[in-house]
């Protein structure tokens, strides 16, 4: 059963940078519900960053008019989400540390 995804936003109002918390109705990973609920159609504005001081200047300069903020995921909410034969939106599954190309192989059938 679906139930709230929390996620954490910004956007600059009358001068003044403001931080708020949203909740989206949805399964983890919240990347889904945000890219269903409030990005859909937004297309190639969007831009993605893993620095968060780096968004929170994009939208203080306005080069950006809002920031999203995700909290963490895991493997298994996005196999979720292959698993129901759903598709995760782009750079979404964003990990750190990544592995070095070749060092890793994971069998498909895991």
């Known amino acids: 059963m679906a139930g709230p995804v929390r996620l954490g936003g910004m956007a600059l109002e009358n001068g003044v940078l403001v931080h708020r918390v949203a909740e989206l109705v949805g399964e983890p990973p919240a990347v889904v519900a945000l890219h269903e609920q409030v990005l859909a159609g937004a297309g190639d504005r969007l ?4 620095d968060v ?27 979720a989400v ?3 034969g ?14 070095r190309s070749g060092l890793v192989i994971r069998p498909l059938d895991a």
Do not use: C, M, N, Q
């Open 86 to 99: 759903d598709r995760l939106p782009p750079k979404s599954t964003f990990f750190w540390p990544k592995p």
């Open 47 to 50: 831009r993605y960053t893993a």
């Open 53 to 79: 001081a780096a968004a929170e200047e994009a939208v203080h300069t306005g080069e950006a008019v809002g920031a999203y903020f995700l909290p963490p995921t895991d493997a298994t909410r996005i196999r």
């Open 82 to 84: 292959i698993d129901r």
